[in-house]
């Protein structure tokens, strides 16, 4: 019995040792960090056009022309705005998605199984969870930049009408981002070639930017269509920074809000175990 | 046909077939695109258009998008396989070396390459076409021509393709090859007619040739033949002619020195 | 095909005259002339650089050659590439199997570039792969082989069309002894069978053991020609002494190294002395005074006929 009684603690404080090993440092990951700059700095060139240049071809594409088309039948699903402006902030959402999820694609699955650079790295203090902090702080932090062009030229251009809106938007998209960089990760650190990545992203992104309240809204879907929507992050994404540059008010933002946080924390942690898995093998 | 006519580029293409018996689902998930776009533009955004003039009557937009959609599958189709597979070949495999030692030289390469591209464009433009026949928005038997008229599109693009790809010198320079098909797939008269470009700027779409490509389809799918389909079909085959020389040329230079 | 040699002389299947190539500013193959008969088993050594690959890519019409004159099978080979291309079998000196086939559809697809029909195809398939022990891995991805069995497949894919010459650009480079020695039955298998063989090596033994006659390239021509046997009477003695001395030979006086044996050569670490006997010439070393940490005698190899005619080693 005293036995018993002496070991419990040992074994309480045994567990809260081995989740301290496992969890990530609260600083460390900046390292991580610092060496995806180091990387991005020499080859940013490739990224300018799928980050910054091509949101802003679609848009032009799409939402002017488009725009002509839809002419003043554009009131009845805009409230009011031109078509451009509608699609504008939703493009911006959908942009923060299809450079998280692809940066968190291919660049993640060469350090883990081609240059194998992230072997290296938890051989030094860093452990699995900083380095998976760190890559997705990195996406992140890109899609932030890329985001923050995006709504400078709506600025610009007058799209967008209020800058503290602008703002909020910005917002959005980092959120956005995480809510799709993490679970993407998850996903690419437990792939050994890219084969996977032509189904995921031409059967679940590719659709999600059409979908999600981009281009027109998701009450014209069908019923289930909607529930599926809804599930997704992006549709919230799109609501969430569509209210902001409309300046209409949402209900439930919280919802919102919270749903965008939960893909991005779980994505998080299935992120770090799947990759910790992968490591210690 | 072709078997006999060019035995040894049709050899080329079989060696596709062998990779690709293995990979067909990647094949399949390509259809998928050109479908989301009817079902998220055409549908959804067409939902709020309603109908749009063409040829003189008000049609609905799907039918208006659709035909855009198929030789836009066709394009995606070649221009994928002539410039990533192509150039993986070029650069990493030396598969190149093994069939040059063989009686198959560079322009059986060539053409046999740009077959098997173009048969992935045929592939998807004939799904597609069902897609469009299931969906009521084919408005002419003629538009059981479009997978014929796509090998225009399919073989101008592979060539094109294939020719700048022997120029690439790593995977970062398809960043740029992006920055040129985005813009030409959403600009080429794909989702509005080209009437709605001001002055110069139309004629400049004019000249895409995507724009041409999707001129062809379009007018086959509406049963509206007209004499601008055969500058389609020049304009399409010269870039192919082109294209093909230029790519057989830099083969030359790479594989033969 | 235009073979007009008289029946008594073996025909020439490859005749080179002048035969140059030139990247840029530098000959890679420098008016060489040479020529490969019927059935026989024909190599080009050399160290690495000398023109070798660059050779038999010109033999193979991929390598368009800058003057001279080529007949393979009495063809130009710029100009009938695809015909010739036809009747030989090459295996490339870096590994060129289809890393996106299987073993045996690497055959099979080798076979429609040969324009032969399937179903042969498939026999001479199968039957290649019996005969190079690869049977058991035929469904098997390429990338996961051994580099025994690569090489192995690689020639049995060259064998697919049953060409008249086979082409080996350096095949048991890489290779472990176990797997070069297999490799070596394998090729003096088919040249009993009637196939015309042309090698390249930088190994000495396998050109020793392997060719009938050969040829020895260095810098992008040719310097001796001949059987393995008669370039060693030719160009060697009969024995070799080889003395040792790690502190480096530039001490040496060369009036001492002329009066041991018929010739020498210096390298940085060893005097080789070409001689009839060795012990004989061992003992006058010692009588002038020399004193290797150690030495030996053997009998000479194609080795001492490329540092005799060149001065240098043959994997320096
Ligand atoms: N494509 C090329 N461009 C320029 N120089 C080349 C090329 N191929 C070979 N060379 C040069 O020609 C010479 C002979 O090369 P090679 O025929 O490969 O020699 P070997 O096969 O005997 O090692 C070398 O000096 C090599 O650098
Ligand atoms: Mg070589």
Redesign the pocket.
Known sequence: MTAASSVAPNRTRSRLAAIREAAPHPTRWRHVVAYMISVYRREWQGSVFSGFIEPLVVLAGLGIGLGVLVGDKAAEITGGVSYVAYIAPALMASSAMNLATSEAAWPILARVAWVRIYHAMVATPLNAADVMVGAIAFIVGKVAFAAAFFAGVLLVTGIATSPTGALGMLGISVLTAFAFGAPMAAFSVTQKSDQGFAFLFRLIITPLGFFSGTYFPIENLPFAAQVLSWCTPLAHGVALSRSLALGTPVTYVWFHVGALLLWGIAGSIAAIYLFRKRMLK | MIASLAPRAFSVFERNVFVYRRQWLIIVTGFFEPLFFLLGIGYGVGGVIGTIPYGGVEVPYAAFVAPALLASAAMNGAIFDSTFNIFYKLKYGKVYDAILSTPVGVGDLAVGELLWSNLRGVIYATAFLVVMLAFGLVQSPLALLAPLAVVFIGFSFGAAGFAITTHMRSWKDFDFLFIVLTPLFLFSATFYPVEIYPGALRWIVELSPLTRGTHLVRSLCFGDLNLFMLVDIAYLSAISFIGYRHAVRRLGVLLL? | MGMTNSASEPTALIRAQGLTKV??A?S?VDGIDFEVRDGEFFGFL?P????????MRMIAGVSPRTSGTLEIFGQDPDLHGSEIRGQIGVVH?QETLDMELTVRENLLIFGRFFGMERAAIATRADELLELFQLSDRAKDQVEPLSGGMKRRLSIARSLIASPRILMLDEPTTGLDPQARHLLWDALQRLKRGGTTIVL?THYMDEAEQLCDRLVV?DQ?KIVAEGSPRQLIVEHASREVLELRFPNGTESIDVKVLEGIGDRYERLAERVIIGCENGEAAHARALEHGLDPESWLVRRSSLEDVFLRLTGRTLDE
Do not use: V
């Not at chain 3, 690495?48 to 050779?55: E, Y």
């Open positions: 020195k | 990247f840029g530098r890679a050399g690495n650089g000398a023109g070798k690959t660059t050779t000196q390249t390239m992008a």
